[in-house]
Every structure is written in structure tokens, then in C-alpha cells.
């Protein structure tokens, strides 16, 4: 196993994890609306993607083990997260490549663009022109696309699923860890993908999280350590301008 797919590996079992953390909280909810991560390998991914398609080795890898039903993530930046696995992978481009009524190719859709996830509408793609899993994501309803560089690989796309949703994380039973509090201070290298983490941050439109983006700095974040350093991660790989402040556990708690 090379050194990305050991990655790919470890953030997978993450995920798994997370999805029986989230089912354990409410078992009842959960046992009416499961959601599914199976314990399995797709071996034969080539039924459900064109012949034309030439996906990157790491993404293949992925796609043969991330098999599940009923999973979308509501975390991080997300607000209904859908990752598409083998099986939903054709019928994920209906919409943005392709236009299943009319069944033509959409023309002003980037040919080499494949979506492996979408928020709201909001797409996550691949290039399969690079030969690599950097990730593309563009704001939708604008007319136009308008891509830009969400992450510089697939590990650290899906290990953004894995950030807490809120600004204040449950307080752990240990009182011993360390909190801090994190700000967005600017617009960043890319304000476009501040707006973006905004927008899905506080569950607003496009035009809310711009007005935000003038008021910092803007608390984003309240809550221990962990999830300040995965939030962290996620800011970092969209260069956003930010602050990260140690607080006492009497400051988190007012």
C-alpha cells in the first residue's frame, strides 16, 4: 500500500467511525433512518462509470471502499454534505455535465469537471485533465461557474467532513482540555472560498456570509482543542485569513 492510499485508509476508518459515534447518540432516530457504512470492498466499480472516464489511482481506491446508504455530513462548513460513491457517481453529473430530460451534454459545464460530492447544490469536483485529486468547488446560481481550488487533494477534502458543525463543540467530561476560540480576520487569499466557508458555517445565503466577511474578526469556532485543530486544517487549505486564541475554561463557558 502506497504512502496516499495508507492516508486515504486512515481517514476512511475516520469517517467510519464518526457515522457510529453520530448512530450511538440516538439509536432510536437512527434504527428508523439508518445511515450505512459497509464493511466491504466494491471490486468492480467499471458498471457504473463511462469508458471515457480515466480516474486518478487514489480516487479509484476510494470509490471501491467508501460503500454506504443514507449518509450525507452535516459538519464543518457542510450543510448536507453528499460524498457520491460508485454507485451514484453517473447519476451525480445529471444537472451540472449532463441534462437528463433533454439527454445533452451541458455546454457550459467544464468537460473535464467530474462531481464526486455536492452541498446544496453547490458542486465538488475533480479534474480529470491534471491527473490528480485536487478539489474544485463553485458557488451555484450565479450564471456561471466560477471554480476555484476548494483542496489540494481528496484526503484533505474528506477530512474536512470530519470538523465539528457549530461554533461551540458539547464540553468534554475531562475539564482539562485546552479551548480556543477562532476568528476569520480578512478576506484571505481567495475571498470567494471565505464566503463559501461562511456560508456553510452559519447556514446562510450567499449574500449573509458576504455582509459577514465585513465584520471581522468574526467569531467562527468555540470549543477544545480538537476541533480547533481540525477547523484549522480546513482554513489553512482554503488560505483563509484567520486567528486562533487559547481562552480559559471559564471563558468558554459564559
Known sequence: MNELNSELEVVIEKMRSFIE????????????????????????????????????????????RYVVEGIT???????????????????????????????????????????????????????????????????????????T???DNLVAFLQSVLVPSSLEEEQPEDHSYDYYEMYITGDGKDKLKTILLLKKIFSCDYTQARILLEQTPLLIFRGAETGALKLEQVLKGISAGYQ??????????K
Not at 437512527?30 to 467499471?46: K, R
Not at 486562533?244 to 463557558?253: V, Y
Open 244 to 253: 486562533i486564541k487559547k481562552i480559559s475554561l471559564a471563558e468558554f463557558l
Open 73 to 147: 455530513w452535516r459538519t464543518g462548513a457542510y450543510i448536507n454534505l453528499q460524498i457520491l460513491g460508485a454507485r451514484d457517481l453517473v447519476r451525480g453529473q445529471e444537472g451540472y455535465h449532463y441534462n437528463p430530460v433533454t439527454e445533452e451534454v451541458i455546454l457550459d459545464w467544464p468537460p473535464h469537471y467530474l462531481v464526486i460530492a455536492t452541498d446544496e447544490g453547490d458542486p465538488y469536483c475533480i479534474d480529470l485533465s491534471r491527473e490528480d485529486t485536487a478539489i474544485f468547488t463553485a458557488y451555484h446560481g450565479t450564471g456561471s461557474w466560477d471554480f
Open 149 to 151: 481550488m476548494a483542496y
Open 21 to 64: 459515534e453520530i448512530q450511538e447518540q440516538d439509536p432510536e432516530f437512527y434504527a428508523v433512518y439508518p445511515m450505512v457504512f459497509h464493511d466491504q470492498i466494491e471490486n468492480d466499480i467499471s458498471r457504473f462509470m463511462d469508458s471515457h472516464w480515466r480516474l486518478p489511482d487514489e480516487y479509484i481506491y476510494f470509490l471501491k
